[in-house]
């Protein structure tokens, strides 16, 4: 099995750009995808692939990666996207891991 | 419009078992893969497996293995998760997601990502004696 690792806590100012990270070793064979969950709702996917939003995602997330670090970036960041956010890729074994979770607060 | 639509909440005592379901409309439902990824009060999401329900083939996470089982009905579009031998431990909320397989070619080799992009509301199964 493989692990993935986020930060458990980041912070952003309203409309200033945060960058959270995912690493693991199953992320330089695989791309990642991002959830974003808002207490007492499902997750809701924000970016999959190399950098793909589905539709009614807004245009300020986006999604990069090098090496065994996935990021997902909220540039210019709004109140309503005070939420978790969870990193998820397959290993080799075709089992899907998920990150620990990220909380987001802006401030 | 495309969802998945999960059983109510269940309480159970411990030792029993308990089966979800999760039935799919707005698309075909043989098409696209069915995970289960459950989550305990306050805790990240964990992911317990996946169904192809065209085939049946399934994949279990290995902590769950021998005690979970994921079936399907392709005449009502509808998927079933059953966990045996519960324990307070397993209180927690259960969701279904539709999941997908895709490939971006790179230089030499083919980069893979799977993603779930269609979630139910979630099943609560509460375990206490």
């Known amino acids: 099995s493989s692990e993935l690792t986020q930060d458990p806590a980041v912070s952003v100012a309203l409309g200033q750009t945060v960058r959270i990270t995912c690493q693991g070793d199953s992320l330089r064979s695989y791309y990642a995808s991002w959830y974003q969950q808002k207490p007492g709702q499902a997750p809701v996917l924000v970016i999959y692939?190399?950098?793909n939003r589905p539709s009614g995602i807004p245009d300020r997330f986006s999604g990069s990666s090098s090496g065994n670090t996935a990021s997902l970036t909220i540039t210019g960041a709004q109140a309503e996207d005070e939420a978790d956010y969870y990193c998820?890729?397959?290993?080799?074994?075709?089992?899907?891991?998920f990150g620990g979770g990220t909380k987001l607060t802006v401030l | 419009q495309v969802q998945l639509v999960q059983s109510g909440a269940e309480v159970k005592k411990p030792g029993a078992s308990v089966k979800v379901s999760c039935k799919a409309s707005?698309?075909?439902?043989?098409?696209?893969?069915i995970n289960w990824v459950r989550q305990a009060t306050g805790q990240g999401l964990e992911w317990m497996g996946w169904m192809n329900p065209n085939s049946g083939n399934t994949g279990y996470a290995q902590k769950f293995q021998g005690r979970v089982t994921m079936t399907r009905n392709t005449s009502i579009s509808t998927a079933y998760m059953e966990l045996s031998s519960l324990r307070s431990e397993d209180t927690a909320v259960y969701y279904c997601?539709?999941?997908?397989?895709?490939?971006?070619?790179?230089?030499?080799?083919?980069?893979?990502?799977?993603?779930?992009?269609?979630w139910g509301k979630g099943t609560t199964v509460t375990v206490s004696s």
């Open positions: 707005g698309y075909t439902f043989t098409s696209y893969d």
């Open positions: 997601a539709r999941g997908s397989l895709g490939a971006v070619a790179g230089t030499l080799i083919y980069y893979y990502y799977y993603y779930m992009d269609v």
């Open positions: 692939g190399k950098n």
């Open positions: 998820n890729s397959r290993d080799s074994s075709g089992n899907q891991v």
